[in-house]
């Protein structure tokens, strides 16, 4: 039946095709500055849209080099290249990832990230503001994080202060929901991972970002392919089920969000070979069955926490952490755990602060506003 359609007809459909081709070509100019597309192509021009907005994002290397006037400043050193610090104008800060030349794997991972982080917007996910591809020279240009990311906060290495149990849940609640949103609030949904506490950026607000999505991978449900042969993820925060099965999942990524929980209560590093217990996971459940939950808490916090609140945390990081992906729970569901720990730390709060009647503003602790992001 397919071969008996006339060759008229065929050829109207041809004609039809060119020219709406020549006339995509011909209107992109206009598109440029930000015209939404006319009505006839708006059914068909999401392809278009996006390589227009790609376009805007585009920098030569020339810029990029007056940008991080001439590579000056290193702020960091990744796996796939160098991150300069640079302004943009000669106001707005940004970190440069110049990647590293010729690996294809490199490049590879450069596509993955501009495409992604084009499509993605979430006041929890750090943001591209462009990049640069030109002649080999590959350069991702993203918002700058004043405050480095969590790993370095919880370190105490340079003088800064100690983050409060209050704080540390706030942004476990703020990376979460960035998670969240990778998970089910984009489509197609995605799995970042690589999931760590040195992906968890901070901004000047302490406001956490989650970076770095190289690996991640989007997927459509009830798609049966998501098998990869290479498992990749970092050591310590990858999920036993996925490294055995190679089967990519949301609750992989809740996985290593159990392991940064850990990471936020304990402060200790996430294997050690000189611990009782190499992985955090094992020395937290061997500390605990002896029952005393001040050992397994980072001492720089000095006690001064809710229990109830750090109970809860646990549980919810230990449940995250489940060697069973079935018996996690999902990112919704660690979204309104956390919630829980900080109404309870912030109850506390306040009855001490009507203890104490000096009471400091620094205490009023708002994290309403940070619940609900404004920009999904
Ligand atoms: C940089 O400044 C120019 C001119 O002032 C402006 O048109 C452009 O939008 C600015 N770019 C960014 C990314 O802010
Ligand atoms: C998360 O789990 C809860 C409880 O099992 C369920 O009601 C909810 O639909 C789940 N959310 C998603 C996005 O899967």
């Known amino acids: ?74 702020l960091g050193e990744g796996g796939f290249g160098i991150v300069y610090h640079g302004y943009l104008n000669g106001s707005e800060e940004v970190a440069v990832k110049v990647l590293s030349q010729s690996s294809s794997q490199g490049y590879k991972h450069f596509k993955a990230e501009v495409e992604l982080l084009l499509r993605v917007h979430h006041i929890n996910l750090v943001s591209l503001v462009g990049y640069c591809d030109e002649r080999g020279h590959l350069a991702l240009i993203y918002e700058y994080m004043s405050n480095v990311d969590l790993k370095h906060h919880l370190s105490g290495k340079h003088d800064i202060s100690v983050l409060k149990w209050s704080t540390r849940l706030r942004i476990a609640l703020d990376a979460a929901l960035g998670l969240e949103y990778l998970h089910i609030g984009c489509r197609p949904s995605m799995v970042h991972r690589d999931v760590k506490s040195t992906n968890i950026l901070l901004d000047q607000q302490l406001t956490a970002k989650i970076a770095d999505f190289g690996l991640s991978r989007s997927f459509q449900l009830g798609d049966e392919s998501h098998i990869s042969t290479v498992v990749a993820g970092t050591p310590g925060y990858l999920d036993p ?36 217990k190499p992985h955090i996971t094992e020395w937290v459940a061997f500390v605990l069955n002896r029952g005393d939950i001040a050992r397994i808490m980072d001492p720089s916090l000095r006690g001064d926490y809710d229990s109830t609140s750090v109970w809860k945390a646990l549980e919810l990081a230990m449940s995250c952490a489940n060697p069973s992906s079935q018996r996690r729970p999902n990112m919704s569901q660690v979204i309104s755990g956390l919630k829980e720990c900080l109404t309870s730390e912030n109850l506390m709060r306040s009855k001490k602060q009507d203890v104490d009647s000096d009471s400091s503003l620094e205490m009023t602790i708002n994290f309403d506003t940070n619940v609900f992001p404004s920009a999904r």
């Open 1 to 74: 039946m397919i071969f008996v359609i006339p060759a008229s007809a065929v050829v109207i459909i041809l004609v039809v095709l060119v020219l709406m081709c020549m006339c995509r070509k011909k209107k992109t100019p206009t598109h440029i500055e930000g015209v939404p597309p006319s009505p006839i192509l708006s059914t068909s021009s999401s392809i278009s849209e996006e390589s227009i907005k790609m376009k805007k994002k585009k920098f030569t290397y020339s810029e990029v080099t007056k940008m991080t006037n001439n590579f000056q400043t290193a």
């Open 241 to 276: 089920e996925y490294y055995r099965t190679g089967r990519l999942a949301e609750m992989s990524d809740v996985y290593s969000f159990g392991i940064v929980l850990l990471e936020i209560l304990t402060n200790q590093r996430v294997i050690d070979q000189n611990r009782e």
